[in-house]
């Protein structure tokens, strides 16, 4: 009996404070609105620019023959395994003239001339076969 009296006590409490009572019933249904909006449908056709800089080789230092460069071009890589449905490619030169928002721009992707190298060395890195 004493948990059905605490029970009514919290309700009228709850249903004489319009803030309390607000936030219990309108914001759940806010963010089920939000995250609803947010994570529903497929986008396509979103214009990006690449300014592709790598030099596509990778140095290596080894403990048999030295140092060892290999052509790994990642950056290449990763912007051929973009979805064509999705994204619409451009290319550009300057770094300055890829900006996001002019001309329905979404976003800028810039690889630095030495992308893969710093990849490949961050991968040795953290499989501790570099130190």
């Given at each position: 009996?004493?948990t059905?009296?605490?029970?009514?006590?919290?309700?009228r409490?709850?249903?004489?404070?319009?803030?309390?009572?607000?936030?219990?019933?309108?914001?759940?249904?806010?963010?089920?609105?939000?995250?609803?909006?947010?994570?529903?449908?497929?986008?396509?056709?979103?214009?990006?620019?690449?300014?592709?800089?790598?030099?596509?080789?990778?140095?290596v230092?080894?403990?048999?023959?030295?140092?060892?460069?290999?052509?790994?071009?990642?950056?290449?890589?990763?912007?051929?395994?973009?979805?064509?449905?999705?994204?619409?490619?451009?290319?550009?030169d300057?770094?300055?003239?890829?900006?996001?928002?002019?001309?329905?721009?979404w976003?800028s992707?810039?690889?630095p001339?030495?992308?893969?190298?710093?990849?490949?060395?961050?991968?040795?890195i953290?499989?501790?076969?570099r130190?």
């Amino acid at each position: 009996m004493k948990t059905f009296a605490v029970t009514r006590n919290v309700l009228r409490r709850i249903i004489g404070d319009a803030r309390t009572l607000a936030m219990i019933i309108i914001l759940p249904l806010f963010f089920v609105l939000l995250y609803g909006n947010s994570f529903s449908g497929s986008y396509n056709d979103l214009s990006i620019i690449i300014v592709n800089d790598d030099n596509g080789l990778a140095s290596v230092r080894t403990a048999e023959v030295g140092r060892v460069t290999i052509a790994v071009d990642l950056a290449d890589a990763f912007v051929s395994a973009l979805d064509p449905k999705m994204f619409r490619v451009l290319t550009a030169d300057d770094p300055d003239s890829a900006a996001v928002g002019s001309d329905g721009i979404w976003a800028s992707l810039v690889f630095p001339r030495s992308f893969s190298n710093a990849v490949v060395n961050q991968a040795l890195i953290a499989s501790g076969e570099r130190r």
